[in-house]
């Protein structure tokens, strides 16, 4: 797992089940809990609100 530290957001690459990965942004605050490598972890998506990003 990966985490990037840019200030109020942090970005943390997750590997899913079947081995694709997805880079998810958390807003940095005293209660945001960031997932330890190995830690499964859970993704909810608001309607509307996943961006695609070809690289």
Do not use: C, W
């Amino acid at each position: 797992m990966r985490q990037t530290y840019l200030g109020t957001d942090m970005h943390v690459e997750i590997k899913l089940a079947d081995g694709e990965t997805v880079t998810v942004r958390l807003q940095n605050s005293e209660n945001t809990h960031i997932p330890k490598a190995g830690e499964a972890v859970g993704l909810d998506f608001e309607t509307g609100a996943a961006r695609l990003l070809v690289d």
